[in-house]
């Protein structure tokens, strides 16, 4: 059981709020339940994190560095890049956060040795929304690869975050299948045998949890975000 040793101030649920950006409330539950499993302070001072496949539109590490990490932030595409930069610069901004706290670079999670910034350990390396899109043809040995060049970065205390979306009930996984956004793009959505088989379990201690039924897409925000999100 995971002892909750940490208080939220209203700005730290704002900013981690913007952090998500969408299908909040089970995103929150699941990153906030991961994280005090690592540190029950939710403290992460001079902790080195690394965050793949983050956008303009949500990435988590700005949190992460308000709770005392270093961070860097990548993601996918290089046109996304300058988008991401100023995104992080206006969270630095209005949160106060230090302006060293965040490096903003572009990563593949299927080259990422190869890349300049991912040559260091980290103790914890984490991705939202990543794992299931990383290849749409549903390859596990793809998936497998992922999850392999994360490890290789990783120290070997550290920890690997992965929040996606999972397999729901067969009716739920028909209407993601038909009107989601990601389920209508060949999405993947995980079972946990999946993911058990994805972590070599004698290396490395695993934990899952799961929140929420149903999140059809990202919609830009606005009324119809929020009524996207209520039904979940």
């Known amino acids: 059981m995971i002892t909750q040793d940490y208080e939220l101030k209203c700005s730290d649920h704002e900013l981690l709020n913007r952090c998500l950006a969408w299908h909040i409330r089970p995103h929150k539950l699941v990153f906030l339940k991961g994280l005090a499993s690592i540190s029950p302070s939710l403290r992460f001072d001079d902790w080195n994190t690394f965050e793949l496949g983050a956008t303009a539109r949500s990435t988590l590490s700005p949190f992460l560095v308000a709770r005392g990490a270093n961070s860097t932030v990548a993601c996918y595409s290089q046109l996304e890049l300058p988008k991401l930069a100023e995104t992080v610069r206006q969270l630095e901004q209005h949160y106060c956060l230090p302006k060293e706290g965040i490096h903003v670079q572009q990563a593949d999670i299927f080259t990422l040795k190869a ?7 980290f103790d914890l390396i984490l991705f939202k929304g990543v794992l299931g899109g990383v290849n749409r043809q549903h390859d596990q040995v793809a998936f497998q690869k992922a999850i392999n060049n994360c490890f290789s970065i990783l120290k070997p205390s550290g920890t690997l975050l992965i929040i996606d979306k999972g397999y729901s009930i ?8 038909v009107f989601g956004k990601a389920g209508r793009n060949n999405w993947h959505y995980f079972n946990f045998h999946e993911l058990q088989r994805l972590v070599p379990a004698s290396h490395f201690n695993t934990s ?14 606005g009324i119809i975000q929020h009524m ?4 979940d």
Request: net charge neutral; hydrophobic share 50%; with cysteine.
């Open 208 to 221: 899952f949890a799961a929140h929420g039924i149903v999140s059809f897409a990202d919609f830009g925000g």
């Open 115 to 121: 890349q300049a910034g991912c040559t260091d350990r």
């Open 170 to 177: 067969k009716g739920i996984h028909w209407l993601l299948r």
């Open 228 to 231: 996207a999100d209520f039904i």
